[in-house]
């Protein structure tokens, strides 16, 4: 059986753990071939052990530099030849209140969370064009369509996210497709920081409609299905796979709430 990303090439950043690590799986599993561009060296190396180096390498970067992003570029063509797809996954988190901002701590994460892949998209954007096709995906949250307390850089990041897409859709179509997609709570190093068991974790997610947080494979899938020819009518969209989260919370004693 053929996968849906045969031939495809795909450049994923943060790619040595977490959402990043499983799409790098996913990917592979459907017949892509895949570029795992990390800070983290140990573990994407790892991976890259893990996945065969015929069908996936390890390449350092730093999404903020635009160096590596041009390091990034010449090792993918030089290995494999060509890039289909570029999946905008590295970011970091930041819990701090509105009024105990740090400019530099707030200028470091945007220059990750939304410098990062827009410098992404200048370097690899070209190479796409000149093929005649691309896609590129843009890993926001769920916080980029909501507002959360204590999270106001990270919030502000992701509806960046959002809104360069659909920007970015405007000027690279019609040959290159861009979308966002907005994962709610994942299973992950970020998402559950602690480790915490199934049980433990799925207790913050009463209030949710599928009551239970995310497994990075089932947003790996949906990345998958979007970089996909399938998806070929696909741009400028923003696909929240969160569980039904942004549809709302229960209210408590109120028809329909786990409760009544
Ligand atoms: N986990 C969640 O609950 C959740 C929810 C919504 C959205 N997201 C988003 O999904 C994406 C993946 O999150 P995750 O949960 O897998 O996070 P994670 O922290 O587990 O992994 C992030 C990866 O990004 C890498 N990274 C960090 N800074 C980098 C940089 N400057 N350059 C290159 N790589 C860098 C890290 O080394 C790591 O491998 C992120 O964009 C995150 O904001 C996560």
């Known amino acids: 059986m053929t996968g849906r990303l045969?031939?495809?090439?795909?450049?994923?950043?943060?790619?040595?753990?977490?959402?990043?690590?499983?799409?790098?799986?996913?990917?592979?599993?459907?017949?892509?071939?895949?570029?795992?561009?990390?800070?983290?060296?140990?573990?994407?190396?790892?991976?890259?052990?893990?996945?065969?180096e015929d069908r996936a390498i390890f390449v350092p970067l730093d999404v903020s530099s635009e160096d590596d992003w041009r390091d990034v570029r010449g090792r993918t063509l030089d290995k494999f030849g060509r890039i289909?797809?570029?999946?905008?996954?590295?970011?970091?988190?930041?819990?701090v209140g509105v009024d105990q901002i740090e400019a530099d701590k707030v200028m470091r994460l945007f220059s990750i969370n939304i410098l990062g892949?827009?410098?992404?998209?200048?370097?690899?954007a070209p190479a796409m064009r000149?093929?005649?096709?691309?896609?590129?995906?843009?890993?926001?949250?769920?916080?980029?369509?909501?507002?959360?307390?204590?999270?106001?850089?990270?919030?502000?990041?992701?509806?960046?996210?959002?809104?360069?897409?659909?920007?970015?859709?405007?000027?690279?179509?019609?040959?290159?497709?861009?979308?966002?997609?907005?994962?709610?709570?994942?299973n992950t190093p970020m998402g559950n920081p602690t480790g915490a068991g199934e049980e433990e974790v799925n207790a913050g997610y009463a209030r949710v409609p599928l009551r239970r947080i995310g497994e990075p494979a089932e947003i790996a899938r949906v990345t998958a299905f979007v970089a996909c020819d399938d998806a070929s009518y696909m741009t400028g969209a923003e696909i929240a796979v969160d569980g039904g989260w942004s549809s709302g919370h229960y209210h408590s004693g109120l028809p329909g709430s786990p409760e009544v």
């Open 6 to 52: 045969e031939n495809k090439v795909a450049v994923i950043t943060g790619a040595a753990q977490g959402m990043g690590a499983a799409t790098a799986r996913e990917f592979v599993s459907q017949g892509a071939r895949v570029v795992l561009a990390d800070v983290a060296h140990e573990a994407g190396r790892a991976l890259e052990h893990e996945l065969g």
């Open 84 to 95: 289909d797809v570029l999946v905008n996954n590295a970011a970091v988190g930041y819990f």
């Open 117 to 124: 892949g827009m410098l992404g998209v200048k370097t690899l």
């Open 130 to 186: 000149e093929a005649g096709a691309g896609v590129i995906i843009n890993i926001s949250s769920l916080d980029g369509l909501r507002g959360v307390n204590g999270m106001s850089p990270y919030v502000a990041s992701k509806w960046a996210v959002r809104g360069v897409t659909k920007a970015q859709a405007l000027e690279l179509g019609p040959a290159i497709r861009v979308v966002s997609i907005h994962p709610g709570g994942v």
